[in-house]
Each structure stands twice: as C-alpha cells, then as structure tokens.
C-alpha cells in the first residue's frame, strides 16, 4: 500500500534531532538480533501459539484475525497452486530428471516464482484493491498451467518404458499415478474415453440409452468391477502432453467410474479396457433407504432441512444437524470481519431441501442437497442495516459417501448474487466436555483453548472465535470426536464455546470496502463458489499421521493417462517394464510427509517429514531403488546436525523427535 522508504537519512537525523542522547543507527536484520541476543536479560519463556489479539490502542499492534476469510476464491487458487507443485511437480519432475528425462529446472522455478510473488502479506491476505488481486489470479493461472504441463511430462516420461496391457482391436491401458506415500486399496474415480462407434454396448429393454460395454482388467488380468456414475456423450480435449502442432484428439464419449484399485505408494499402476459382448452392470447398494448409506465404518441420513445426520458404527456416536449454513451481514473489509448492531442471523435449520441420488451403487453413493436462504440483498450504509430487499442465495451439496471409507466427502456450490454478508458452515459436534481443539498448522497439530479469553473485552481487539487453520480442524473428547478436512481454500474455523461444540467454517465474506477508495466489486465474491471439503468422525485422540494422510488425498487427487486413440499426446507405452510402480513408500506412517523434491543442488532427492505428534516417532521409507547416501540435512538443504537416517539397501530408517521437522537428502 506504500512505497518503499527512499529517505531513510533523513530519518535519522530526526531521531537524532528529537532525542540527542539516543544513537540510531541504519542497520540490517541480522545485525539487530544478533546486538539484541547480546544484550538480552532475563527474558520471560513463551510456550505454544504466538497469538494474542492486540490489547493498547495504537495504530499499527493489531492481530488483524479474518485475513484468512478474505477473497476466498483467490485462497483457493493458491492452495491448488502450492498441491500442484508439492504433490505433483516438484517429485514427478525429480523423478524423471534421475531418470534422464531432462526436463528444464527454469521451468518449476518460473512457476514458484509465480506463486511466491503472491505471497506478500496484504496480497495473499486478500486486503488490497482489486486490482493487485486481479494481477494474482493471472500470476496463479500461470503456476497452474507450468505445473500441470510439468507433471504430465514427467508422468508420460515415467510410464513410456512400460509395457501396454492390450494386446487385441479396441483395448488400451489406462495409467493411474497416486501421489500419496502410502499404498491404497480404495474406491476412487475417474473416467475412461472411448471413441463414439466403440464396437460393444447394451441397453435396457428395446428402446432406451446405449451403454457401452466394456470389462477393466487389472495387470494381473482379474477383472476390475466398476460403478458408472456420470457419460457424457460428446469431448473433445486439447493436447494434455502439449506436443508442438497437436490440436487434440478426435471426439470422444467419456465415462466417470468408481471401482476399488490397489494404488501403490507414490507411483501408479495400470488397468486394462477392453470391450465386453456381454452386458457389465454393478449390483448392490450403499443406500439402506430413501436418503440414507451405509458402509462398514459410517452410516449416512439426509434430514428433510439438508443437515445430515452420520454416525460413526465403530463408537455408536451419531453426530446430529451437520451441514447448517449460517449468514449475517458483513460491512468489513480485507482485514476484518465487521457486522452491524441491527443484524439479521440466518440459519439453514428451518429451510426445506430438495433432496436427490446423483449416485446409486456398491462402491460409492452421492446424494445431492439443494436448499434456499432468503437473505437481504445488501447492506444499507445510510439507514445502517441490511436492506428490506431480500434475493435467495442458493446452496446445493453434493454428500458422497464411498465403500470403506472412513469419512463422508462434500462438494458445496453457492450461487452467490447476494452482497455484504458473511457465510459460514456450521458443524455441531455435541463433544460436550471438550476444553480444547486441534488447528492444523504448518509442522504441527495445534491445541486451542475453546473458550474465549474474557479478560480481552475490553481491549483494542476482542479474542474471536474463528481462527486460521491450514488444512484440518478437529474436536474430540472420549468416544466422540469430529474433523474437518478442507479441500482447498477454507482456512478460518474454530469451536464455539457453547453447549454442542459446534465446530465453523468461513466460507465467504462478501465486502466491498478496499484501502483508499470508496469501494469496489471484486471483494463482493458474486457469482458461483465451490467448495470440497471432508467429515471424519473419531474416538479419542484424532490419528493425527492417518487424518494428515487423508486431508494430502483430498487435496492432490489422482492423475490418469490413457493409450490407444485418445491419449491426449501422452507418448505410447512401448517397453516391457512392469505397469505398476512404487517410488516412495512410508512403511509405518508415523510421520508426515511435507516434500519430495528435487535438491537444490542437483544432486539428489530431498525428503522432508514432521512429527505430529508429542512422542519420539520412527518412519521407515522404502525407495524404488538402492541410493549411494542418506544424509541429515537443515531446511536450507545444508548438512545438519542430529541422528543420521540409517540405510540398509534401498530402505532409509528416519527418526524425529516430538513436532520435529527431519530433512534427508538422498543421493543416488
């Protein structure tokens, strides 16, 4: 919002005009604390969260609390960008670089330095004008498309040595990379393209929708059973492989599929299409009525208002009026939350939802909730309350609950042409003797206290409920716990002190206010959000490592790549290595993974994981191949001090001590 200080003599020569006796000095960062550790006394010890709110009036000490609410869609971006390069990027295009594929470096630099420059702090925080904020969109888009375009050309390099599963007229291997380091049996979805005269179908009876008919193998040749849950009967797709002069592919009728795959530990593994003359249906259910599902761990209600009703088979628990949506006015800016003395709290509790199946089978049900607030159009700023006009936000939920999964799934879509008002999601947990909640932050799982802090009523700024949070927030106390696993973009929760403990998520504020004008439109968030976000029930403590595992699945998702006529430019299959492939496995979960990237140096791979929890962990990393070293090394990629990983042929033991940050650079 300023310009950088041009003048800083002069400074000095004020200071030293107004205060003869001081010795002001232009000095450097390193300089200052390095003449302040020496001039230290007896300092008082902080323990846990820097965080207070900011207690004397004074124009710059503010904790400044709702940032991390503010231009949610930008948010959003930008976490997309950072999985993108973390998950996908940075380890696939390493991978492939010791592989000799000698993909530029200048490339995933060009797209960190993207990102990077929006993360100044009035940037990132959303409180500027709109147009700095327009500038970092076009700055993310840049990211995203570098990124994705590296880790599909690091993807078709890993996988062209291998050999291709068909064998016969109209087969083709479909490739599915997992970017988790862990191996996973599991439902997932994903689509597969086949060309609109595809050779076998089927229909019901004599004149309803042809259904083409094909069989999934997997490299074993057991066959796959597979749930359709989406056709589209018409794609056409550019170049994903982005090949000089390829337009794209020819038209294409595209299938969405949910079937259980053995996904190895970040790697891929491949399955087999090929036609069936026979019929291929899924039998069975996960619904047990109407609006309700079940699998082995939850089961799943849909109430006539849209809240759910899950309850967590393992414990008996049920957690009641999940999915209440709350909005009040909003008349802040960037920087805070604000609402008016004559506000109006609206609550989804009373709506009546039009309730539907989107996704009827065994492997994954999907219901879709879509409900109708009727809120004030906008704020009056002249009579100093919400107008008398009223307009219906419209909020539809896509709730998915899959075979033998531990957690239900959410896609949340808001029609946004409502303004100045503040959304959030409310999830009462009824954990009644809870004191405290978990905050995922960065290398840690951090304890809050529940309860606000009275003593700051009266100070410049109150404690507030809401806080910032990474990617998890979790409450729990004895057989009753639930966490939050935001997809991407959702950063400000929290636990109300009050009797159900219910947890809340920000989803939007509408604003108009930005510094030095008298308002402008995109801070308003108008138009179409989408959020996904996860429910996890537990008991007693929250599996830190597990949850942490699941929340990096929800975000980074999985990548797919096909042979035979719609390959998107991805290169054949042409050698005889085997279809499915681990690089990195963590054999016992204890720690969690933050980096798999390639080393500064180029030398090697660096692995980095953190402790999540307060005890002494041990994690064994199983490599693809034998490595020449391990070494212990700083988060700037120096040697370090501490225990040395252990090698023993291509295993690596890592141990890390309580919330303990252990960097290993791998060298080959």
């Known amino acids: 919002h300023m310009p950088p200080a041009t003048d800083a003599a002069r400074y000095l020569r004020l200071l030293h005009e107004a205060m003869p006796r001081v010795e002001a000095r ?3 960062l390193p300089a200052f604390f390095a003449e302040a550790e020496g001039r230290a006394g007896d300092l008082p010890l902080k323990q846990g969260e820097l965080r207070s709110p900011g207690k004397e009036p004074a124009p710059y000490l503010w904790l ?5 609410s503010a231009r949610v869609e930008m948010k959003q971006a930008n976490d997309q960008c950072l999985t993108l390069l973390e998950r996908w990027a940075e380890p696939w295009m390493g991978l492939a670089n010791l592989a000799g594929a000698g993909i530029p470096d200048r490339f995933l630099r060009v797209a960190w330095e993207n990102v990077l420059l929006n993360h100044a702090h009035d940037s990132i925080c959303g409180c500027s004008v709109d147009q700095v ?12 498309v570098l990124g994705q375009q590296l880790r599909h050309q690091a993807f078709g390099f890993l996988t062209q040595g291998c050999a291709d599963l068909a064998q016969e007229e109209h087969e083709f291997t479909l490739t599915i990379a997992n970017p988790l380091p862990v191996a996973r049996k599991e439902v ?5 393209d086949l060309p609109q005269d595809y050779p076998t179908f089927f229909k019901e009876g004599f004149r309803s929708q042809n259904v083409k008919s094909f069989l999934l193998e997997d490299p074993e040749g057991n066959e796959v059973p597979y749930q359709r849950l989406a056709f589209d009967p018409e794609v056409s797709e550019r170049s994903l492989f982005a090949l000089p002069a390829f337009v794209g592919d020819p038209e294409r009728t595209r299938y969405t599929l949910a079937a259980e795959v053995d996904l190895p530990a970040l790697g891929f593994t491949s399955l087999l299409v090929k036609p069936s003359q026979r019929p291929v249906r899924r039998v069975g259910s996960l619904r047990t009525g109407p609006n309700s599902a079940e699998n082995v761990y939850l089961a799943l209600t849909v109430r006539p208002n849209g809240t759910l009703a899950l309850t967590d088979k393992a414990t008996g628990e049920t957690y009641t009026d999940l999915l209440t949506f709350e909005d009040r006015s909003e008349i802040g800016d960037g920087w805070f939350h604000g609402e008016t003395v004559n506000d109006e709290i609206a609550l989804s509790t009373g709506a009546q939802a039009q309730v539907s199946v989107v996704n009827d089978g065994p492997d994954l049900v999907t219901f879709r909730v879509a409900l109708a607030l009727s809120l004030p159009a906008r704020y009056d700023w002249h009579q100093e309350k919400r107008s008398q006009e009223r307009k219906d936000l419209h909020i539809t939920s896509l709730v998915t609950l899959r075979r033998g999964a531990k957690m239900i799934e959410v896609e949340t879509v808001v029609d946004n042409d409502v303004e100045d008002h503040r959304l959030r999601l409310l999830l009462p947990t009824d954990v009644a003797g809870a004191k405290t909640w978990l905050a995922h932050q960065p290398y840690d799982l951090l304890e809050r206290e529940i309860a606000i802090d009275a003593e700051t009523s009266d100070w410049q700024e109150m404690e507030l409920a809401e806080k910032p949070f990474q990617g998890l927030q979790a409450v729990g106390e004895g057989r009753r716990g639930l966490a939050f696993l935001s997809g991407g973009g959702l950063h400000e929760g929290g636990v109300a002190d009050d ?3 219910t947890m809340q998520v920000t989803l939007l504020r509408s604003f108009r206010r930005t510094v030095g004008t008298t308002g ?4 308003l968030e108008l138009g179409t959000r989408t959020y996904r976000y996860a429910l996890l029930p537990f008991a007693g403590d929250l599996p830190g490592a597990e949850a942490l595992t699941l929340l990096a699945g929800l975000q980074a998702g999985l990548m797919v790549r096909q042979t035979g006529p719609f390959s998107s430019g991805f290169p054949p299959l042409k050698g005889d290595d085997t279809p499915r492939r681990s690089y990195l496995e963590q054999q016992r979960r204890t720690l969690v993974l933050s980096a798999f990237k390639p080393s500064e140096d ?3 791979l660096v692995i980095r994981l953190w402790n999540p929890t307060g005890e002494r962990q041990v994690e064994r990393l199983e490599l693809w191949r034998e490595p020449r070293q391990a070494r212990r090394l700083s988060l700037s990629e120096n040697p ?3 225990s040395e990983p252990s090698l023993a042929g291509n295993l690596i033991t890592v141990e890390a001590g309580p919330k303990e940050v252990v960097t290993v650079g791998v060298e080959f």
């Open 602 to 604: 180029g030398a090697g």
């Open 133 to 144: 904020h327009r500038d970092m969109m076009y700055r993310f888009d840049q990211a995203r």
């Open 26 to 28: 232009h000095s450097t």
């Open 520 to 523: 402008e439109h995109d801070g």
């Open 640 to 642: 370090a001090e501490g």
């Open 188 to 192: 997932i979805t994903f689509d597969v």
């Open 64 to 68: 400044i609390a709702n940032c991390v």
């Open 499 to 501: 009797a159900r403990r």
